[in-house]
T-cell receptor
Framework: GALVYQYPRRTICKSGTSMRMECQAV??????VAWYRQSPQKTFELIALSTVNSAIKYEQNFTQEKFPISHPNLSFSSMTVLNAYLEDRGLYLC????????????FGHGTKLSVL | GEQVEQLPSSLIVQEGASVLINCSYTDSASVYFPWYKQEPGKRLQFIIDIRSNMERKQTQRLTLLFDKKTKHLSLHITATQPGDSAIYFC??????????FGTGTQVVVTP
């Protein structure tokens, strides 16, 4: 079946430092990858949508300078949170879609980011 | 942009009872509406979806109703079990690969 793995599952970083998270698609081709942040109150924010061989589209309030994303092939994507501060805390979720399988997004467990 | 609201925000039901979750969206361009279930420590799990050219979809204990005119969806879960305890999210897709999630409904099923 189609599965998405995210690494690390949890991470703690000091305020002002950066951390990188990875997203691996297994059993399908991640034609597009959407990165989300889920707040402690459980609301979701879309950070950016990445499609292989196309430009990455960032949502309002999110920038490439703060959340650089790499999507080099059909099985892998990574995102870095640069200069993390308290407001960057949350669960970062990767949702991947295979255009050959329709519109469904498959999600990983997420990377829980805590900032000290 | 698309906005998705869910009600109620939380509910408690006894095992065996039914649950109804309501969802509304704003963007007429949205044509695809998947629902997800989130349990602590587990992946965000797809449970059912519907497209705007349908009015109803049913799988096992889940029934999803869609009203394009009112921009409203409702998810009905029957014969609930403790394993149904989770946060349920409605979502709308205003463009391919992009989902706008609702505010979530915390469901607690008591034995």
């Amino acid at each position: 079946g189609a599965l998405v793995y995210q690494y690390p599952r949890r991470t703690i970083c000091k305020s002002g430092t950066s951390m990188r998270m990875e997203c691996q698609a297994v059993g399908f081709q991640a034609t597009s990858v959407a990165w989300y942040r889920q707040s402690p109150q459980k609301t979701f924010e879309l950070i950016a949508l990445s499609t292989v061989n196309s430009a990455i589209k960032y949502e309002q309030n999110f920038t490439q300078e703060k959340f650089p994303i790499s999507h080099p092939n059909l099985s892998f994507s990574s995102m870095t949170v640069l200069n993390a501060y308290l407001e960057d805390r949350g669960l970062y979720l990767c949702g991947a879609r295979d255009q050959g399988l329709g519109e469904r997004l498959f999600f990983g467990h997420g990377t829980k980011l805590s900032v000290l | 942009g698309e906005q998705v609201e869910q009600l109620p925000s939380s509910l408690i039901v006894q095992e065996g009872a039914s649950v109804l979750i309501n969802c509304s969206y704003t963007d007429s361009a949205s044509v695809y509406f998947p629902w997800y279930k989130q349990e602590p420590g587990k992946r965000l799990q797809f449970i059912i979806d519907i497209r705007s050219n349908m009015e109803r979809k049913q799988t096992q204990r889940l029934t999803l109703l869609f009203d394009k005119k009112t921009k409203h969806l409702s998810l009905h879960i029957t014969a609930t079990q403790p394993g149904d305890s989770a946060i349920y999210f409605c979502s709308a897709s205003p463009s391919l690969g992009k989902l706008q999630f609702g505010t979530g409904t915390q469901v607690v099923v008591t034995p």
